[in-house]
C-alpha cells in the first residue's frame, strides 16, 4: 500500500494515499528519469488497473515512457513532481473524475496547454461541447477499435509538441 502524504505543491489537493507504482514513478523521476535517451513521457489516468497496465504496455512497446494515476487527485499530484508530455485520461473515476481534473488543469499555470486524450466508454456526444471547450486533442473509446486507433492518436497529439502536426485532431469515436 501507498504511504500517507501531505501534498505541499501547488494544486489544491487532500492526503491522499499514493499507488506503489505512482511512489515508484516518482523515485525514478528524483534519479533523472529514463537514462540514455529522450522518450515523451505519457501520463496514464484510468481507475482500472487493468486499463492502466493495457495502454501502458502498449505506448511502452512503441517506445513510450509511460507512468500512472488512479484519478484525478493522483494526477494532479503527479503532474506537479513530473514532467509529463501527454495526457491519456478516463472521464469516470472515483475521488475526482477526468472532467474535473480536466477543468483544474486547463485554469492552471503549470500546464495550461498539455495535450489530453480522453479515454472513455462514455457516449462521446453526452461530453463533447464541454469536452471542447476545456481544449482536449482527441477522444478515443474504449472499444473494440482502441488499439488500433490509440498509437497514431497519441503521435499526433506529441507532434503538436514539435509544432509537427499541421490539422486539428479529429475525436476518434
Known sequence: MGHEIT??????LPPYRLSAKTQFCALRELAGGVIGG?????????????TRM???????????ETIFAANGWEALLTLDN???????????MPGMDGGTF???????????KLPVVIVTAL??????????????????????DLFNKLLGVVEAALGHLEGN?????RPQV
Open 38 to 50: 529522450v522518450m515523451r513521457r505519457v501520463l496514464i489516468v484510468d481507475d482500472s488497473d487493468d
Open 123 to 144: 457516449d462521446y456526444g453526452q461530453a463533447e461541447k464541454e469536452l471542447n471547450r476545456l481544449g482536449v486533442d482527441s477522444v478515443l473509446m474504449k472499444n473494440e
Open 7 to 12: 501534498p505541499k505543491g501547488t494544486w489544491p
Open 165 to 169: 502536426a499541421s490539422d486539428e485532431i
Open 54 to 64: 493495457m495502454l501502458g504496455n502498449f505506448l511502452g512497446m512503441a517506445g513510450h
Open 102 to 112: 480536466l477543468r483544474i488543469l486547463r485554469q492552471s499555470q503549470k500546464a495550461p
Open 82 to 92: 513530473t514532467h509529463v508530455d501527454l495526457v491519456l485520461l478516463d472521464l469516470m
